[in-house]
């Protein structure tokens, strides 16, 4: 599988359909999330702890993935993640309404498995579009 390939089945298959047994096959152990220069060790079960967190928020969620751009090891993909609102989020109470967030995610590919993450999601937007939020 190409490293583009290997991203999108990780984001629309195994998150997609909370196949977090199979995160082992996608993420590497070392795998680490990074933040501007900062970098945090994850591996598999950071990514799985993640990963149950979102789905405790929005547990139908699903992604995916409207462009990829691949550069070296380097995934660039632009993705809709959409859910139904039914955990409670920085402090926001569960509403029951589907939110669609955009973002991109960066991901770097090595031996098959992803060992860095990095991105940003519009969440903000979304929030402030479903008046979940508002201006100060």
């Known amino acids: 599988m190409d490293n583009k ?41 950071g990514m799985r702890q993640h990963l149950i967190a979102l789905k405790k928020t929005y547990p139908d969620y699903t992604m995916k993935i409207l462009r990829q751009y691949e550069e070296y090891d380097y995934v660039i993909s632009e993705y809709i993640m959409r859910g139904t609102h039914k955990g409670e989020f920085v402090g926001i109470t569960p509403t029951n309404k589907i939110l669609e967030i955009t973002g991109i995610d960066i991901d770097k590919v090595t031996s098959g498995k992803i060992t860095e993450h990095s991105g940003a999601a519009n969440t903000f937007e979304t929030f402030l579009e479903h008046h979940l939020i508002r201006p100060v």
């Open 5 to 45: 390939k290997i991203v999108k089945d990780f984001y629309e298959v195994i998150v997609s359909e909370n196949m977090l047994d199979k995160l082992s096959e996608y993420i590497s152990e070392d795998c680490v999330f990074r933040i501007g220069e900062k970098t945090t060790f994850v591996g598999v079960d």
